[in-house]
């Protein structure tokens, strides 16, 4: 089985290539060649189509669609100068935060407190 983060960095790479090392005819340079409002033109068309692909339940579509909406999330990533690693950081404060929120809600019921406990 492949590694999601390997293959995400993997392509990432290759897609910051294509940004400094302009290729004709590739796909990604065209991108970023029609700038901005394309890229995001285009994660808008993907997430319809994994939306309709997940409403018509076909597993194969669904996952096509999802690698076709990641791809264009990281063109536009490479556009604005954003990497995996400060997803993975603000993932991994979400995770702290909501932890230590689960954490302080069992503490109260632990000590049958009824005042609610406030998760920002």
Do not use: P
């Not at 790479?13 to 065209?30: D, L």
């Not at 700038?35 to 189509?49: F, P, V």
């Not at 993975?88 to 069992?106: I, S």
């Amino acid at each position: 089985m492949a590694d999601l983060g390997e293959m995400l960095n993997e392509e990432y790479s290759v897609i910051k290539s294509r940004k400094e090392n302009m290729q004709e005819g590739s796909y990604t340079c065209y991108l970023f060649n029609k700038g901005l409002d394309k890229i995001l033109k285009k994660i808008g068309e993907e997430a319809t189509e994994t939306i309709i692909a997940a409403k018509n339940d076909d597993k194969g579509e669904i996952v096509g669609e999802i690698c076709d909406l990641l791809f264009h999330t990281e063109v536009m990533m490479a556009e604005k100068g954003i990497t995996w690693d400060d997803v993975a950081c603000e993932l991994a404060e979400r995770r702290a935060k909501e932890n230590m929120n689960v954490e302080k809600e069992a503490k109260r019921k632990a000590e049958n407190r009824t005042d609610e406990c406030k998760i920002n």
